[in-house]
């Protein structure tokens, strides 16, 4: 007997498994089983995707759904993990838990450097790994250095095509093939999801504004978030839109939205607040909106991509200047919608849905932040990050790099060469602490 186990966490993910299974990218097998877990910080009181509006709808593709939320009751998903050790006694738990006996595993998890995939990953010793991406994360390098016990049985990358022509770093260091979710699969099953009775706002024509409550990754304050979404709402008044739905991320507290409607009072603007937890997609279908407004939200790819709707994004310089470490995985994501999509003051791109770069230079830009992000991991990249440093930095390109990251690197762009030795001078940095302390102290 084969059983196969889909790991999802959010219902974007689980649309994407769906959309692969009707496409045929899945071997047959005696049984699906479709493994719920629910990040959130505090799981107890967040909806599980399991009961979304929409799952119903992609319910029928997998034979049993279980919880992993509930098999490792009281820990919480994304701090647990086995211990080595403890490796055989979890399998054969589980084995009895979800009545698997001797069958033949194999497993799709998404994002596999972090628990709970990792974790299911080292439970499951010798299941070959699928990995797929739900979002553009999979454009970016792999977060952590991945052990080749699991990274070598990985045998391929599922992924949107969010950005035609642009190819995943995700796991090329295991050289894992990246297959392509065809888009058709992924917009029917989308629209299956949109055919629901949940109660959604109608108004075709309205902006939508996305909600990603950035505040709880520690990127911004909350007060920062607010003036964020207040600057996504200015941003659509100024193209035009007078009715606006805004689309709080479903963890995000319901405070979040009271300075947004306060300004829209202000600027007598007809504001709904989206209480329902649906995807962005649903939306598009539902609302038709005739304006996208987000940060770096996978749906602003989405919206523009797959649906051809007009999209602008509103404070990515700030969050490129703010992503701690710099290999934050973020990062990728952010850079990517930051040099494609316009800010909704540039009026005639958003209408005429420009892209900023073309899909060469693109991922020139890519390649070149992702070896700055992870050089021991892709290492042969580098390259095409200096050629790409020497020939494309300039006052629009510098803010996707930190010279004191390219210094440490010795990358163009750093400190210049002959001053090169300075970051490594115990006598400079001495100098240079000093500095910094006599700044502060007059500052007081």
Excluded at 88 to 108: K, T
Aim: hydrophobic residues 45%; contains cysteine; neutral net charge.
């Amino acid at each position: 007997m084969s059983t196969q186990i889909f790991l999802a966490s959010t219902l974007y993910g689980t649309a994407t498994l769906a959309a692969a299974l009707d496409e045929g990218c899945f071997a047959p097998a005696d049984r699906r089983i479709l493994l719920v877990c629910n990040n959130a910080t505090t799981p107890e009181t967040t909806p599980a995707l399991d009961e979304m509006p929409g799952f119903e709808r992609l319910r029928s593709r997998f034979d049993d759904v279980v919880s992993w939320n509930e098999a490792i009751f009281p820990f919480h998903p994304g701090g647990w993990s086995p211990r080595v050790e403890d490796a055989p006694l979890w399998e054969r738990h589980l084995r009895l838990l979800w009545d698997l006996g001797e069958d033949d595993v194999a497993l799709a998890v998404e994002s596999i450097q972090v628990h709970p995939a990792l974790g299911v990953a080292q439970i499951f010793t010798d299941a070959p790994l699928t990995v797929y991406a739900d979002g553009l994360m999979s454009y970016g390098p792999t977060r952590n250095k991945l052990d080749p016990l699991v990274g070598t049985r990985v045998e391929r990358l599922l992924h949107l095509d969010l950005v035609p022509g642009l190819a995943p770093l995700l796991l090329t260091e295991f050289d894992v093939p990246a297959r392509i979710v065809p888009t058709p699969a992924f917009t029917k099953v989308l629209a299956e999801l949109a055919d629901t009775d949940a109660a959604l706002p109608g108004g075709e024509g309205s902006a939508l504004l996305l909600g990603q409550y950035l505040s709880a990754l520690g990127i911004l304050t909350a007060e920062e978030e607010e003036d964020l979404h207040v600057r996504m709402l200015t941003g659509a008044v100024g193209l035009g839109h007078s009715r606006v739905v805004f689309k709080p991320h479903p963890t995000a507290p319901a405070r979040f939205t009271r300075t947004l409607e306060q300004e829209a009072e202000k600027l007598g603007v007809e504001l709904t607040v989206l209480d329902t937890p649906v995807l962005a997609e649903v939306l598009y279908r539902r609302m038709r909106p005739a304006l996208v407004v987000g940060c770096f939200s996978t749906a602003l790819l989405t919206a523009s991509a797959l649906y051809g709707l007009p999209v602008a994004r509103v404070g990515t310089e700030t969050l490129l200047d703010r992503l701690t470490p710099y290999e934050n995985s973020n990062r990728v994501p952010v850079t990517i919608v930051d040099a494609l999509l316009p800010e909704p003051a540039d009026r005639d791109a958003v209408t005429e849905g420009r892209r900023g770069l073309d899909t060469e230079a693109l991922a020139a830009l890519v390649r070149a932040v992702g070896y700055a992000m992870q050089p021991k991991i892709l290492p042969e990249l580098r390259p095409a990050a200096e050629e790409f440093l020497r020939t494309g930095l300039d006052a629009r390109t510098r803010r996707y790099f930190k010279k004191r990251r390219l210094t440490s690197l010795g990358l163009p762009g750093g400190v210049p060469e002959r001053l090169a030795f300075l970051p490594r001078n115990a006598a400079a940095r001495r100098v240079v602490r000093r500095a910094r302390a006599i700044r502060r102290s007059i500052k007081r």
